[in-house]
């Protein structure tokens, strides 16, 4: 497989992405197609000015696998007493028919390094179940995020 | 009790609550010191300009709780598909002497009704071990988000 950086051009695979990230994970399509009406303009300047940015995986020039990468402002933390932001994981995604041949641990040490590079000591992700095993042999451990839907 | 919002006055106030919420859940002094040096600075733009907001308690004129708002860039969510922001809920304090009387609550119901007044759907917050059940009650409940620190 090849690698490359994400570019502007790759909005639409990233909306793909996590449109099919989420239905794998259980979520309803009209909702999903509400999300990516919205998601697809707040991720357009995102991607043009690199605050979003990311991996992508081809198999002969076609695209099979993608991560995206963001840091987030946050008030220093005792985990990150001199920092004031976090790194943040999304939108991974591998093809159905390129898993488990490892690539979203190939992507995930992508991240790693990037987050290396860019000096950045703490980062977060929210994990889908089939998720989960990957990130915590690769070291991600579960946090006390709590959340709540404040009704209309 | 009473209740104000914060406004930019309240800069030492808010660190001496960070540190002594951090410093009940076991964090070490000397990590809180290097927290709060740089927490303070990051703090007081986001104050004077109401990105970071909240409320405290006041008992006869003397602050004895407190908490802090934020809303937070996020991409479009099958939990929030219009909304591009998350409310973020953090240094929620109650001075010891002050505490089982239902403050942490009060300011907690503060929160969700300034939420509501600002259209947010969908909250998230941090909770420290003692703050989980309360939280729980509340309506709050764990997320998927995993963290992993990234070696220098």
Not at 40 to 69: C, M, N, T
Not at 86 to 98: A, K
Not at 104 to 129: K, N, P, W
Request: glycine share 8%; with cysteine.
């Amino acid at each position: 497989m090849d690698v490359r950086t994400l570019d502007v051009g790759d909005l639409e695979l990233i909306c793909r992405h996590r449109e099919a990230m989420f239905r794998d994970a259980g979520r309803d399509d009209d909702e999903l197609a509400t999300m990516t009406e919205h998601f697809r303009p707040w991720l357009l300047p995102r991607l043009s000015d690199g605050s979003y940015s990311g991996f992508v995986l081809e198999d002969q020039g076609r695209p099979i696998a993608g991560i995206g990468l963001m840091l987030i402002d946050w008030p220093p933390h005792p985990l990150h007493p001199t920092q004031d932001r976090r790194g943040y994981v999304l939108n991974v995604y591998v093809e159905p028919d390129y898993r488990r041949r490892g690539l979203a641990r190939e992507l995930m040490q992508l991240a790693d390094a990037e987050f290396i590079r860019r000096g950045v000591s703490y980062c977060v992700l929210h994990a889908t179940e089939k998720g989960r095993p990957l990130y915590q042999e690769l070291g991600w451990s579960g946090t006390a995020e709590m959340a709540k839907v404040i009704p209309d």
